[in-house]
């Protein structure tokens, strides 16, 4: 992998002159190099149940992680100890190159600033207008008036809603609600977003609308993101397709052509607290293990 090589050399470039100046693109290397998210060996069990078993894995920088797996499989479990919402049992869990294992609930708040989360049923809080849900992060945050409402509006556009800034969240439909979720997730341009079930419940063209989100963030803003799923049509088009600035600055998304290697996304699939399969979608969808197969197939 170019990205490997790379790092490779400036390592050696380091260590062979250190008297040197660093440049600008070895420290960018680096960066690029530090996975965004990574898990070591984790276990954690509920009373006598081991929900995870010894999990490692690791999301690279702007790398989209879809995770499939059944009902009960541990992947919401996941998502909540990257947010230091649950802490393992054993095993190491590192955000940006930090082990956040041990922080406490001070030091997580400051790691949970740079962390996008949407929920699966959007979760705003329904006596608060749109643009209060969307500002809420930087409210609390104690950021001027002035500089909240440029940055609601550009969120909310990127979700293509500014016109409902000023509704009330019982005014909008399951698919409005979910991306005021993922605007208000956006806010202060985190480098990582989780997203737990985002489109569950919503029609294939609106749960289209939210993958398209994803893409861009991916594509056009360098985002890490875990994206747990149960539907294969997301699978499909996170993998298939990449989203790209076209002529006229309009965002276009382009299928990957049969010998390119665009996509910055990696699937992996979780069974009774383990990784059992994890790469392209092209090679699980090769999979021989049976449970895969009929997960893909639905039946
Ligand atoms: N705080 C908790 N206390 C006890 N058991 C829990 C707790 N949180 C999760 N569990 C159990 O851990 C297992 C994994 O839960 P998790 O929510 O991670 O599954 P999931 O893969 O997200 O499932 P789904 O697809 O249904 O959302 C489940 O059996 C659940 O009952
Ligand atoms: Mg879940």
Redesign the pocket.
């Known amino acids: 992998m170019p990205l490997t090589t790379r790092e490779t050399d400036s390592q050696h470039l380091r260590v062979s002159n250190q008297a040197a100046e660093s440049t600008f693109a070895e420290i960018d290397n680096k960066d690029r190099a530090t996975p965004a998210i990574e898990f070591r060996d984790v276990y954690l069990s509920?009373?006598e149940?081991t929900?995870l078993k010894g999990l490692s894995f690791r999301v690279m920088r702007g790398e989209t992680k879809i995770i499939l797996?059944?009902?009960?499989?541990?992947?919401?479990?996941?998502i909540?100890l990257v947010l230091g919402l649950?802490k393992p049992d054993s095993g190491r869990i590192f955000v940006d190159g930090e082990d956040i294992t041990d922080y406490n609930e001070v030091q997580m708040m400051g790691v949970r600033k740079n962390i996008g989360m949407v929920f699966q049923e959007g979760a705003l809080f329904d006596s608060l207008s749109v643009y209060h849900n969307v500002a809420y992060r930087l409210h609390e945050q104690g950021v001027p008036e002035e500089e909240v409402e440029p940055e609601v509006r550009r969120m909310l556009r990127f979700v293509n809603l500014e016109d409902a800034i000023d509704k009330m969240p019982a005014e909008l439909s399951g698919g409005m609600r979910r991306r005021v979720g993922i605007a208000r997730a956006l806010i202060g341009d985190p480098k990582i977003v989780l997203f737990?079930?985002p489109t569950a419940g919503l029609d294939p063209p609106t749960a289209r609308t939210i993958c398209e989100l994803a893409m861009k963030l991916r594509d056009l803003e360098d985002v890490s993101s875990i994206f747990?799923t149960?539907e294969m049509n997301n699978l499909e088009y996170i993998c298939s397709e990449y989203a790209v600035v076209n002529e006229a600055g309009e965002v276009i998304f382009e299928r990957e052509g049969e010998r390119l290697c665009l996509i910055n996304s990696k699937v992996m699939m979780?069974r009774d607290g383990n990784i059992i399969f994890s790469g392209t979608d092209e090679s699980l969808r090769r999979a021989e293990d049976p449970y895969i197969q009929k997960f893909l197939r639905g039946h």
């Open positions: 509920f009373d149940r929900i797996g059944g009902s009960g499989g541990g992947k919401s479990t996941i909540k649950l737990d079930e747990v149960h979780m």
